[in-house]
């Protein structure tokens, strides 16, 4: 996958079909048990060190791309390893007239994991730069200052101990179709189609457009975006997978030590 | 386990180390697959029938039991088999001051499952009648209406398409003791201990009551109380599994059809 902490991108240059750093989907797979061992023990150790001990410590996964890109998908697969215990995932829809009446970052604020958690963002912020972009929803100086207002309110959750993980699930517009025309094809999976979603296709350069810019934009050493090929769903996951493995690695939250006195808090327990 | 649904319950008299209806933990895990696909199948349609639809079906699963009692164990191995996407976890701490201001009914309210999803409360609104009467946090006058004003919230929930799983994870003092101790004769468990479990361990007599009042107040037919023998993690596990299968096979989802053409959308989709 493409890292990007600053400086130019050319998408139309990736190739979504690419597995990089991974020999063969057997090899990846193999890994799976062992980097999902890792995750719970890393999670569990970030969700102590808030609950038992101070910590401020968190992560942010962002999932973004284009629709049947695999953000559902790496929900389910990829967080779905995860202990509910210590997450909070929020599916970010067009906004209500609630949360239209406040400014963009509002709802987003309102959705942040809590010290020890792993937030997981289906859509985010970035929308306010995509379809708003594409779809003209505001005025171009209004979308030009958002780029701006979104590296100041990432920097400022980095700053309180936030680690942030921003993926970009880049798929071909072929496969998009495949994928498309999979759920018109199977009953069980046509409440996932959106006659919409070819309105948004036919935009499709506009928004690759769209997400160059803001991934330019919106790109930082200590807010990365993650470039990563998605035409194959177990790459997305063993990549996505392997990210937030880092990113607790990163972290490395140690077990809280109580603020008590075992021996004492032994005794009282058996006294009773 | 125990279902109530009115009338006496003589919580003494559960032997808490008992798995009824299963004849050994092998037999029980060797059903967990077979258990764990159906959930996932259900939980879709569920999740499908609110988003393609209209069906306004969720499911709010309520854990309550005294501190060690597995509250959070359930979310880890019986929520841990659901699909993220369509669930919501809340674990509800001691009312915030802005709660507090409220009616208690009110933070309850805010975190409820939207249709098609599954929640999941690890405490709940039970707490204003649990701790609140043992610790005598309001009059007796007014926890004696709270009984009502749950049953009416709940049945104002049923009526709306909810179904509710209320369990009482019912261990022994002994194990409550063991678990206790456990965690602090191991350092990376020493964050589960919290000095202020032996101060309400010390209570459990007056706990055990204010739960038989409250299961007794607040089971009925279409809102039942499970009593789930939990000294046995692998039973409460498994017991909990069942009784959420059963609650959404209640519900028996079906995956909407979708309110569009499909020959048209496809071929809408090869246009572009």
Known sequence: MLRLAGGPVDLAA??????????????????LPKLAARLDELQERLFAAARGGDS??????????MDTSGKGGTVRHVVGQLDPNGIR?????????????HDFLWRIRNALPA??????????????VLIARVRKLALPMVIGKRY???????????????????CFLHISPQEQSKRLLARLDDPRKLWKYNPGDVDERALWPE??????????KCSAEDAPWYVIPAD??????????????????????VYPQGGFDVEVERKRLLAV
């Open 14 to 31: 990736v190739n979504t079909a690419l597995t990089p750093g991974v020999f063969s989907r057997e090899k990846a797979e193999a890994q």
């Open 56 to 65: 401020r410590r968190r992560v942010l996964l962002v999932l973004q791309g």
């Open 89 to 101: 995932v929020t599916a970010f829809k067009a906004p209500t007239e609630e949360e239209r009446a």
């Open 115 to 128: 010290a020890g958690e792993i937030g997981i963002f289906d859509r985010s912020h970035y929308e306010d």
């Open 148 to 166: 701006q207002l979104i590296n100041r309110f990432e920097q400022s959750l980095v700053a309180d101990g936030a680690v942030l993980v921003k």
């Open 207 to 216: 928004y690759q457009e769209a997400y160059r810019i803001a991934l330019e």
């Open 232 to 253: 194959h769903k177990w790459y997305r996951n063993y990549a996505i997978t392997r990210l937030l493995v880092e990113a607790l690695e990163r972290i490395d939250p």
